[in-house]
């Protein structure tokens, strides 16, 4: 079983701190995917990343993918309370019979103070 | 996420008995997958199907629970002789190929009382 472990599973910040999401495996993922999502609806893709080392920039956000593909950061700079919302990391199994099922992390809580 | 259609939003059922969760895909996809989620959790793997096939369903419970995609319609979650630990929000996703993220739908919130 591939695990995902997410950190830290709860975080409470003000407007314009700084923050990182960390997303670790013991396992090698093909891609890893960034979530959000919000009270009452499905998750929405952030972005995708691939190549071990891969660094990919959304505005105030930057994802980072391991070198050895097996974990991902997120961070994201000057924080505002639009980022609120609960941030998944989920993991792209390779091979096998089930190539592109996701395994989740258990997610980030961002709270972002006025 | 207009694309992918899931109904109800809301579904209660008394203990014992069936839920029918339904899922239109997007437009030209054709992998569908199922998750469940707990409040405040992360998403929980059920099942991936393709158009009449169920392709992996190491997430779901081996009782009770069947999915399927048929040729024509929605993909359905069946979910029989529900229990209180059914309650979660069900959340279905359809991608065009393994390569591409998903696409996420609104979800089911199912309640058991």
């Known amino acids: 079983t591939q695990l995902l472990e997410q950190s830290p599973q709860f975080l409470s910040i003000q407007e314009g701190e700084n923050l990182t999401v960390y997303c670790n495996s013991s396992s090698v993922f093909s891609s890893l995917q960034w979530y959000r999502q919000e009270p009452g609806e499905g998750p929405v893709l952030l972005v995708t990343v691939v190549t071990g080392g891969e660094v990919k920039k959304l505005k105030r956000l930057t994802f980072q993918f391991g070198d050895a593909r097996k974990d991902s950061s997120l961070h994201i700079t000057a924080a505002q309370p639009g980022d609120t919302g609960l941030y998944l990391c989920a993991g792209v199994h390779a091979g096998g019979t089930s190539y592109g099922k996701l395994t989740f992390g258990q997610g980030t809580i961002l709270t972002v103070h006025p | 996420n207009a694309g992918v259609m899931q109904n109800p939003r809301h579904l209660v059922r008394r203990r014992g008995q069936e839920a029918r969760l339904r899922c239109s895909p997007m437009?030209?996809?054709?992998?569908v997958y199922w998750y469940r989620q707990l409040p405040e959790e992360g998403l929980k793997f059920m099942v991936y199907l393709q158009k009449e096939n169920i392709i992996d369903e190491s997430g779901m419970p081996k009782e009770r629970f069947s999915a399927e995609f048929p040729k024509e319609g929605p993909s359905i979650l069946r979910i029989q002789q529900v229990v209180r630990g059914d309650s979660a929000a069900y959340f279905c996703?359809?991608?065009?190929?393994?390569?591409?993220?998903?696409?996420f739908g609104s979800g089911t919130r199912l309640t058991v009382v």
């Open positions: 437009k030209g996809h054709s992998h």
């Open positions: 996703a359809s991608s065009p190929d393994e390569n591409y993220g998903y696409t």
